[in-house]
């Protein structure tokens, strides 16, 4: 209930006419001030007049007055600045902690908002706010997908920023790492970016010019040569592997001539519902060659004007051993084992725009910004549940800015319940406009 009422404050949804204090004094809101998501006050710099006199300062929200209290306000003098308290129903007086008495405002959450919002509480719908997307202005829908985008690339620009700290300010490993953590593509990423953390690249730069020690090193730190790392299935054939030999060796050698530590758990990398060809082992077994033909270094990425040039950066064959295998001792159907279109425009999206985004964040420089956003707009949507979900619901789902807008109102608002703080969800609640498109028959299937 408290959240209602924090939306029908920062919205003014306010009951129509004069306003009056408890104590009989007018209330006018000139602003509602900035909502506040963090400990403090409600909402930050407001403009109130109370009885003809102009206060700016803070606004707290309660369900009860009486709440001021119980939560040991009166006693904190983080709210002496609060000029105005707001409730659902007065039934206690607010004093601050220098025992100001404050004045008090009782407001109620309207009818039809109290009951929109039951409904989007209620529904099991994906999206919830299915039944108004087709009557939202085309303009409110893309400045809404703008600033998710916005937002999508601020988070992984953040998750960069935090790479580079933990790397000591090292770009080049920084962005190894982002790549490695990309080479998941999702079921695996948290455990390739465990992997590329931990892996020695001071090592692994030593042999660079030898394809064998940097694909024996790569797969060895990552426990992928250990008997536990195969199924049952290939543990047979796994020991008259004469290739897993070989690397077996090698990595002996180099982990003795490094002094590196023990291997990476292999029970960490997943397999359950994923296709062959995105196993563990011949995603790392790319990466190597990617690594030794050093054609998608952190310059190649951050320089590179185009898809078709990323691409470019980004193909890559394993190993010949890989041509016939997507694990040790397990044959497979010969083909190139190279890497798709699709999986070279999703690396794209995780790894090089986030990287763009975060030296733009860095160097206060706008042109890395405004290529990753160039490179979203040039590359084509993603086609998962969400964007079907979306595009069923009316919105046009072309380019990988709308995918990731789009990615990113599921996670960080409809995951969350936070409808409230969802510009849909606040269209929701306000009703449809006049002169609607009529809402479709049924919810997205």
């Known amino acids: 209930m408290e959240e209602l009422l924090h939306y029908v404050w920062q919205y003014r949804l306010l009951p129509p006419g004069p306003l009056t204090a408890a104590d009989g004094r007018a209330v006018e809101v000139l602003d509602p001030g900035l909502h506040n998501h963090d400990a403090g006050p409600d909402f930050f710099n407001a403009k109130v007049r109370i009885g003809g006199l102009l206060w700016v300062g803070n606004v707290e929200i309660h ?25 659902g129903h007065i039934d206690g007086e607010a004093v601050t902690s220098r025992g100001r008495r404050l004045p008090q405002l009782q407001v109620s959450v309207p009818e039809a908002v109290r009951q929109r919002y039951g409904e989007l509480s209620a529904t099991q719908d994906y999206p919830r706010c299915w039944r108004i997307i087709r009557s939202l202005p085309r303009l409110k829908v893309h ?18 920023l935090q790479r580079l700290r933990l790397t000591g300010g090292d770009w080049e490993r920084t962005s190894f790492i ?4 990309a080479f998941g593509f999702g079921l695996n990423g948290d455990a390739f970016e465990a992997w590329a953390r931990s892996l020695p690249l001071h090592a692994a730069a030593k042999h660079r010019d030898d394809a064998f020690q940097v694909e024996a090193l790569f797969l060895g730190s990552a426990g992928l040569l250990e008997a536990s790392a195969l199924p049952p299935s290939a543990s047979s054939a796994a020991a008259a592997d004469t290739y897993l030999a070989r690397l077996r060796r090698e990595w002996a050698y180099l982990s003795h001539k490094f002094s590196l530590t023990a291997p990476m758990d292999p029970t960490l990398w997943r397999y ?14 790319q990466l190597a060659q990617l690594y030794h033909r050093q054609t998608a270094s952190l310059a190649t990425l951050m320089e590179a004007r185009s898809r078709a040039a990323l691409h470019e950066a980004f193909a890559t064959e394993p190993s010949p051993y890989w041509r016939d295998h997507y694990l040790f001792g397990l044959p497979s159907r010969p ?34 910004m405004e ?15 969400i964007t079907r979900q979306w595009h069923q619901c009316g919105i046009d789902v072309a380019t990988a800015a709308d995918s990731q807008a789009l990615v990113q109102l599921k996670r960080q608002y409809c995951d969350r319940h936070d409808c409230l703080r969802c510009r849909f969800g606040y269209e929701y609640l306000r009703g449809c406009p006049p002169g609607a498109a009529p809402a479709p028959a049924a919810p997205p299937a």
């Not at 400045?143 to 960069?160: M, N, P, T, V, Y």
């Open 371 to 385: 290529r990753a956003i160039a490179l979203l707009e040039e590359l084509p949507a993603e086609h998962n549940f």
């Open 272 to 285: 359950l519902r994923l296709r062959p060809q995105s196993f563990p082992h011949l995603r790392i077994a």
């Open 143 to 160: 400045a809404w997908l703008s600033a998710l985008l916005f937002e999508r690339l601020s988070e992984r620009s953040d998750a960069c």
């Open 63 to 87: 369900v009860r007055s009486s709440e001021w209290q119980r939560h040991g306000h009166h006693l904190d003098a983080a709210y002496d600045s609060v000029v105005l308290h707001v409730a």
């Open 335 to 368: 083909s190139r084992k190279s890497l798709s279109a699709a999986s070279r425009d999703l690396l794209i999206i995780n790894a090089v725009c986030p990287l763009l985004f975060a030296r733009s964040n860095t160097f206060g420089d706008e042109a890395p």
């Open 178 to 181: 982002t790549v490695a953590r």
